[in-house]
């Protein structure tokens, strides 16, 4: 099946820093979503896009899906402490499957205040 | 938002007894639910697709036999760690989907199991 990798495995910022994670594919993708894991918690649903080079912004939260749609960016402006957590991305398999996820490997971040 | 809820949160258990998670949607009727591991600092890696009213359909590398599945109703989904050792010592966590226009999977607290 489809595979998507995410870079950075951790990123350590100071707050007021920008973060940004990026999630790869080597095939077109159909859709992405992103979510945020906070530690100890569960995954939350941040966006999902679908179209080529579809741009989203969510407060200081910026995402990007490629124009080929093999890649994907969660850029985040201005990190403050509660940014904290695990961001992944998604591939949602959809059809008879939907909702059933591949995830990238996660990006961890830190921000010290 | 949907709410799944699982429980329980955290459980510890001796090495060989079996143990059971429940995820339910609580204000939605979900006929597919998924269950996922997660080690440390890792990603989520799907573990199975729970039907309701049918066979589970597992994922390549995971047996059966020991993480058996129970979708018996529109609203519940089990897991059950059987004959568990350390090594399953894991976050287990399920997923569900709305459909009618939610795109996101809306996913359970999650549930911590140890085993000793």
Known sequence: ?113 | GAVVSQHPSRVICKSGTSVKIECRSLDFQATTMFWYRQFPKQSLMLMATSNEGSKATYEQGVEKDKFLINHASLTLSTLTVTSAHPEDSSFYICSATVGGGYTEAFFGQGTRLTVV
């Not at chain 1, 989203?56 to 910026?62: D, I, V, W």
């Not at chain 1, 904290?84 to 991305?89: A, L, P, Q, S």
């Open chain 1, 1 to 113: 099946g489809q595979q998507v990798m995410q870079i950075p495995q951790y990123q350590h910022v100071q707050e007021g820093e920008d973060f940004t994670t990026y999630c790869n594919s080597s095939t077109t993708l159909s859709n992405i979503q992103w979510y945020k894991q906070r530690p100890g918690g569960h995954p939350v649903f941040l966006i999902q896009l679908v179209k080529s080079g579809e741009v989203k912004k969510q407060k200081r939260l910026t995402f990007q899906f490629g124009e080929a749609k093999k890649n994907s960016s969660l850029h985040i402006t201005a990190t403050q402490t509660t940014d904290v957590g695990t961001y992944f991305c998604g591939l949602n398999a959809g059809g008879t499957s939907y909702g059933k996820l591949t995830f990238g490997q996660g990006t961890i971040l830190t921000v010290h205040p």
